[in-house]
């Protein structure tokens, strides 16, 4: 241990634990993923920002919001779907299915989440663009960084800022539509009298998109995501990762020395716009990293270099690890299509595909009313005068269609049993109650069962009935207790 | 012990200390942690400053903006004081006769009259206004003095063999037993008499024989089939409820020596709309009456004149029993 030999030199600068991140300006470029990178920008963007606007006729009982999370009235709409509370394990199965959804897609393509849809790679990109838009491209945007602050670099940057912070302000401002009426809330926002909770969310998320995309960017991906960390769990050798083809490309060496030296160099020729077009700034000749979030923008670089000096495309290209020790050996490799079809994603696909029809069966399936029972416990009966029981219980009637229901609650069982209520009185006693329910709503009501002096304590039901051309019943359990015990 | 060094495999400084061979690095802490922490202290020197914080030998210092717990629930009483005047007007302007004629200010009624029942009622008459032995159940449609929404509201303020107010509910049933007026074993035939008329007993000569002393005794009060007069708060003898117990025992020791219930005047200690919201409540509770018609049988009194005073109701009475 103490082993003079072995102590490790000192090295002239103090390790710290601290690396200062070093800015990334990355080049413009343009190819295939590119192209498919604006796309799916474009739709996501798209998709944020004009569904909350999409209306959508529910009749005129309900909101005409295509996508609504009414949080004031318990309800989430989703096109022709209308969720409950008690109903949460659908949006419940939806984030499953969203979570094995990616289990599927990273099995299947790899990161291809991180690289092209997360939110987090979708507005660093588009805040790179507004970079490349006011400062100009890579080298630009570096000697000004490197520039003293002066009035010209001040002026770029509170332009730069204004645009980020008006972006921002736009996807913050937009994420409050999904919780009240679009077009009421932006009306009541602007005149300053929408809910202070609007006005919060919407400052709390410009300020979150405004810090995390213009400026913490790749920082989110390599030390505050989670993602990364388990998708290295997930990933396999038959996982597509970007891979820079070192057996090919090593030993790399610029044009001029491959001339000099025919057959010496590998097909590298070391120009760097692999790593000057990385949005997060990496080098992906070291291999594969966790900072790589595999958007193949270095493929569409080198693909060009090799075309522009005549050598053959995909020095950098998606690859398996598996099929990089083909490729090594000198075989073919596998089609990228044939490596989505596996037990792994055949699994993850049937298990999502499965949630999904029963999600949906449950949802063709389910019932529109609801009866619950909750019985008075103290006290458990009520002697009357001329020795019958009664039994008080709080029924709630729910109609869950979009418009007001006659429904009709009956006792079965419990011979010689009747029942009222406040609205109907004591006289009008009977084995059936009715009431309106109206659209979309709960009925709370109290029910008086009385039942014949000597009937033993029992179990009996109630039953509810729509009066409807549906109708539908739900049937629940309830327990009468009488002096008479068991 | 100060034997700082750098310590080789890392580059760090040491603090200085050693246990049994056992070194620790003087790391520095994180950038966020250190400056969170910064911000902790400065925003509590500020909090500090602003609110009540540090004790002194008497009180505690004040803050600056005068802030206090004590304040704080005033405020918050007087705004929910405020958000109800509303209906607490209303309730006060509405007669309790047409308070169902409104049924969302009686809702808000029943409501309040919940929450005023569990802080002054429920000691005697239970939580589920059940009541017990000698407490009335109000959820029953058995009623001593009247169950519709006035006649609740009178027991209500005036109480119930309260000495002091001239309205309230008072009768006084004689201790038939221990005063001597029945020698016992007229007092247990007129127990076999009583509880045929509920049909706990079957009929029998004893019962026959306390038929004849009822009718002599009882029936001023209660009747002379026993079903009670509300104007006397007596109660019916044929139904099902008993609020001193049904036993033969029970009724044998009660005409011996009668119980006398008695309930707090709460004109005195609540409010005429807290009082009003009780009744509704009560009235609710699920044997709650009709306001008798006017032309209802004389025996029912108008709701007004409910106030008896005990001279009336013991005319063949007998010397007055101490009041319970």
Known sequence: MNN????????DQPLSLYAKREPVFNRRIDGKFRRLKWAIMIVCLAVYWITPWIRWDRGPYAPNQAVLIDLAHRRFYMFGIEIWPQEFYFVAGLLIMAGIGLFLVTSAVGRAWCGYACPQTVWTDLFQHIDRLIDGDRNARFRLYKAPWGPAKIARRLLKWSIYLAISFATGGAWIFYFADAPTLQHEFWTGTAAPVAYATTFVLTMTTFVLGGFMREQVCIY??????????MLDEKSLLVTYKDWRGEPRGSLKKAEKNPGQFGDCIDCNQCVAVCPTGIDIREG????CITCALCIDACDRVMKETGRPRGLIDYATLEDSEREKAGEPPTRHLKLIWRPRTILYFCVWGGIGLALLFMLGTRVHTDLTVAKDRNPPYILMSD?????????????MEGRPRVMEVSIEGLPGAVMWSEDTGRDNAARTLRRTVAADETQSMRAYVVVPAGTPSQEFRFRLQSLDEQRETDTTEAKIDTPGGE | MAN???DEATNTETVGHEWDGIEELNTPLPRWWLWTFYGCIAFAIGYSVAYPAWPMLTRGTEGTLGWTSRGQLDKDLKAQAAERAQTVAALAQVPIEKLPEDPELMRAAVAGGAAAFKVNCVQCHGAGAAGSKGFPNLNDDDWLWGGDLKTIEVTLTHGIRQPGDKQTRTSAMPAFGKDGIL????VQDVASYVLTLSGKEKASAAAQRGAGLFQANCAICHGPDGKGLRQFGAPNLGDAIWL???????????????KHGVMPAWGGKLSPVTIKMLAAYV???GGGEQAPQPAAPAAAPAPGATATPTTTATPVATPPTAQQ
Do not use: F
């Open chain 1, 224 to 233: 505050m995501c989670p993602w990364p960390r388990i998708q290295t769990a």
């Open chain 2, 183 to 186: 020698t016992p074993p007229q």
């Open chain 1, 387 to 399: 020795g019958s029981v009664r039994n008080a219980y709080t029924l709630r009637l729910r109609n």
């Open chain 2, 283 to 285: 009235h609710s509770l």
């Open chain 2, 244 to 258: 001193y117990g049904g036993t033969r025992d029970d009724v044998v020791a009660q005409v011996t020596n009668p």
């Open chain 1, 288 to 291: 594969p990293q966790i900072g």
């Open chain 2, 4 to 6: 700082r060094r750098i």
């Open chain 1, 4 to 11: 003079p030999e072995k102590i490790i030199p000192v090295e």
